[in-house]
């Protein structure tokens, strides 16, 4: 028994002893690694002040990995960590940089030319994701290239100072004789973290001053409408605390995109194209399309990924140029079925050309809710067609328009697995009671929304816990383009209920039990909360 202690505790202490000494002599290799990725990073953000921000090393990876994620990977993303999914892609990306980064310094202590090589191979990642994006120009490499040049030149930099600081007997180095201690090393090597800081700050603070266009915004006039829209009735919302308000504030509308960096148009340099499959193609400057005759339309928007219940629905009233007019004056040939809407950072989307033709409200947006559209809804100009989902109908960053067919073009999200065409399935939420509530017993107020953009809803009915549906009363109508509220008075005896929410929209089709992923073409299945009365 004692032999075996001393055993173990020969063996630990061996083993904690190595550890001990193999984590010391990391730890310059640690700080070499970490200082000279923060050097490709930092330079790379203040060579992206000539190329643009999209081109910075990491969002210039980071997007392409959006584009690369497989389908469930984003649709899991965007169901677990919504709008934050940005910053926790980031994250990802700048903790993986670390790791690498770690490794590489560690192993650049004993064989600098491999630490060198890792470096280089990360530039040339950062250089390929920046032309891989559908936007790209040549120059848009210079980030990654330039950081990478000036991290590997500081990686051996610091390698040669530090073996200088370890023997300096057989130090045959060309560093100068400061550099060869021990202080040497750790000046260049606050030196380097220095300037990492100082040229990312640097970089950061002027891409935001030079590409913002938060200013430019605020300066645009948005003409009063020639069409307005009829005010909305104030009864198109029971007063019921925790009902969504019916129309959604800017700063509280959903946003979803594969943007990394907002892109930042400038609405005087902006230009909408219309081109393709028209006798007349077209280019149109933002004055322009100022000065068209603009119409007021109030429109639900939701997004294909979101779930039973989910958040990624909102209403706005809007403001835009008629779609189907800029069409016909265009001039659409026979045969042209798809509208497809690109964006400035390359987004592609693919609407019927029958339906923006055949009556119903389609704008070009150039506002939302009183004033132009806020840079992360789109601004200067988003495409909006009421009745489909975002990803088939809603271009931000709107700068072209093209007139083609569906067998010859797959937009973004097709490409990915997604529906050619996708009309708004009929969905219904209940957002009073919360999930898990407690309620006092007796009498119990259930309020929700219902929409089924562009048909309208006709009932919407509420059950508990598997008992007999009851039709709840409905709020006033705004148009069909918009979602409805509405409220019911349960009767629930002390314990646990499950309430649920089924709509019937204006053809009379009632919404489907039945639970259908988001993928394809959106979800479908009865909302339910589970509440406590007592
Ligand atoms: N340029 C661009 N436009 C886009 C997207 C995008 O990723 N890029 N996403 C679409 C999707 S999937 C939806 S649901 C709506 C969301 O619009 P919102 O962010 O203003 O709510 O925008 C659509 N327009
Ligand atoms: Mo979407």
Redesign the pocket.
Known sequence: MRRFGRTVGRVVGTTFGTAVGTTARAVPGVMIGLITAGLAVGVGELVAVWSGPQTAPAIAVGSAAIDLTPTPLKEYAIRNFGTDDKPVLLTGIYLTLAAIAVAAGILAVRRPMVGVGLVAVFGAVGAWAALSRPTARGGDLWPSILGAVVAGAAMVLLVRSYQASQSPEESASRLPPWAQDRRGFLTLAAGAAGTAAVSGLVGRTVVDKRYNVALKRSRVRIPAPATRAAAIPPAVHPNVAGLSSFITPNSD???????LVL?QVDPDAWTLRIRGMVDRPLELSFAELLNRPLVEHDQT?????NEVGGP?V?TARWIGASLADLLREAGVQRGADQLVGR???G?T?GTPVESVLDGRTGLLAVAMNGEPLPI???FPC?MLVPGF???VS?????VDLELTTFADYDS??VRRGYSKIAPVKTASRIDVPKPFAKVPAGSVTVAGVAWATHRGIDAVEVRADGGPWQLARLAAADTPDTWRQWTHELNLAPGLHKLEVRATDATGAVQPEQRVDTVPNGATGWHSVVITAA
């Open positions: 509308f959903y946003r979803v995109d594969t943007a892109p928007l939701s997004c294909v990924s990624y909102g964006s400035i950072d987004m989307i992360a809804h789109g988003r989902f975002g990803y809603a271009t931000k960053w709107l973004y999200w």
